[in-house]
């Protein structure tokens, strides 16, 4: 199993272009995640998705959107992108929510991405 | 409020030496905390969650509901424990975690 994975895993854009991040996982997880970490900021959650077809926003969604059209695959798109957005993006999935050790999430390896 | 705070961005201790990583939760029902490591180069994964009360790679927490804390503690550290530590809280919606800031650990020889 290549558990999560993530492309591109560089990129550099200017700012205006639009790219999007997929996101792959085959462990057959219901839910999965988009998280952008920065120096200081910890680990903040984008967007989120609880199963086929269904998004909400996270903390910090603002300038993103998502589509998860099948469940293995969470796309994240950047419709015009800005230098505030220059970051690692970061995927994870995990099971739904039942019991406590269904809630491990298991990350990709990450995007860095640098907006000029 | 959910909030998870690491007050501690940078730590460096002496190998041998014990070391503890603090973090201190914000939340208004019953906390389930973890615990997530991410080694150079590596990805971001799970090291320990207080409901389980194991200890992986000799490191362990404690969760203390009167002081709101979740302090990861090992009495020896090793050089490859050098790694970004992240506390996290199992939020509300609870499919949702919120992560503390991180600690960068250094482990000097």
């Known amino acids: 199993n290549a558990g999560v994975t993530q492309t591109p895993k560089f990129r550099v854009l200017k700012t205006g272009q639009s790219m999007t991040l997929l996101c792959a996982q085959d462990?057959?997880?219901?839910?999965m995640y988009w998280y952008r970490q920065d120096p200081g900021m910890g680990l903040r959650l984008i967007h989120y998705?609880?199963?086929?077809?269904?998004?909400a926003k996270g903390e910090v969604p603002d300038g993103y959107n998502v589509s998860r059209l099948k469940k293995q695959n969470f796309l994240l798109g950047l419709e015009s992108a800005a230098p505030s957005q220059t970051s690692v993006y970061f995927c994870?999935?995990?099971?739904?929510?039942?019991?406590?050790?269904?809630?491990?999430?298991?990350f990709g390896p990450g995007t860095r991405l640098t907006v000029l | 409020a959910q909030r998870v705070t690491q007050p501690e961005k940078l730590l460096s201790v002496f190998k041998g030496a014990p070391v503890e990583l603090k973090c201190n939760y914000s939340?208004?029902?019953?906390?389930?905390l973890f615990w997530y490591v991410q080694y150079s180069r590596q990805r971001l994964q799970l090291l320990l969650r207080?409901?389980s009360r194991e200890s992986i790679k000799g490191f362990t927490a404690d969760l203390n509901k009167g002081e709101t804390s979740f302090h990861l503690k090992k009495p020896f550290a090793q050089e490859e424990d050098s790694a970004m530590y992240y506390c996290?809280?199992?939020?509300?919606?609870?499919?949702?975690?919120?992560f503390g800031q991180g600690t960068r650990l250094t482990i000097n020889p």
């Open positions: 994870a999935s995990s099971y739904a929510t039942g019991t406590s050790l269904d809630n491990e999430q298991f």
């Open positions: 462990m057959n997880h219901e839910y």
């Open positions: 998705s609880v199963g086929e077809g269904t998004t």
């Open positions: 939340y208004s029902g019953s906390p389930e």
């Open positions: 207080h409901i």
């Open positions: 996290a809280l199992k939020g509300n919606p609870p499919q949702k975690l919120v």
